[in-house]
């Protein structure tokens, strides 16, 4: 979606008329934006727990929030990001990049569209993307199949998201009991050694 937003963006700059609805509903989703940050970053420290911190997570996550390329504003990953948070703005997302690509006079996007735009020399990723975008495997697409796919990736990643945050929050909780059972142990061991009467006088006392 990122490539296909900078090709479209780079045919029709921000701004065009054509595409001033759009334009104002990707970059005003009607979401609650710090919210889905939010979400964004405890996935972040989820994957950490699961050890994928890998150069592809590095990449999209960024270990500094600030430097994260999901949540930068003027990077097309932060864009899209956003845009799926909300399903009048992943429907005028789809709608932006559907209307670009098309050819004049057609009613379908194509392989071939995308990969006259990518030119060439990227024919393979232009039939890769296409093959994501293509769920039924038609040959075309059309422009309300171009945003239900749109809107229910969006509503997948959300789901995703909060699924990350749940089990999150489940391990902080957790690593709470695992510590403090620790530390109920460690005070027993200290005290046994400390003092060594201190289980006779425990169990004494019972």
């Given amino acids: 979606m990122a490539k296909l937003y900078d090709t479209s963006v780079y045919l029709h700059p921000v701004g065009s008329p054509q595409f001033t609805v759009e334009d104002t509903l990707i970059k005003h989703p009607g979401s609650d934006i710090a919210k889905k940050m939010s979400e964004g970053k405890e996935a972040q420290k989820f994957l950490g727990r699961m050890g994928f911190r890998t150069a592809k997570k590095g990449r999209y996550f960024g270990d500094d929030p600030d430097k994260s390329r999901w949540f930068a504003y003027g990077d097309s990953y932060g864009v899209i990001e956003r845009a799926l948070t909300h399903e009048k703005s992943a429907a005028a997302l789809a709608t932006r990049i559907w209307r670009s690509l098309?050819?004049?006079?057609?009613?379908?996007?194509?392989?071939?569209?995308?990969?006259?735009?990518?030119?060439?020399?990227?024919?393979?990723?232009?039939?890769s993307i296409f093959k994501t975008i293509d769920e039924n495997d038609s040959k075309d697409i059309?422009?309300?199949?171009?945003?239900?796919?749109?809107?229910?990736?969006?509503?997948?990643?959300?789901?995703?998201?909060?699924?990350?945050?749940?089990?999150?929050?489940?391990?902080?909780t957790f690593e709470w009991i695992i510590i403090a059972a620790i530390a109920t142990v460690m005070t027993f061991f200290i005290l046994l050694l400390c003092k060594p009467e201190f289980p006779l006088k425990l169990f004494a006392s019972r």
């Fill in 102 to 127: 098309v050819a004049n006079g057609e009613d379908s996007l194509k392989a071939s569209d995308i990969e006259e735009v990518l030119g060439p020399y990227r024919r393979e990723e232009a039939q």
């Fill in 142 to 172: 059309k422009l309300e199949e171009m945003v239900l796919t749109t809107v229910e990736a969006g509503r997948i990643r959300s789901d995703i998201y909060r699924g990350m945050v749940d089990i999150n929050h489940c391990l902080n």
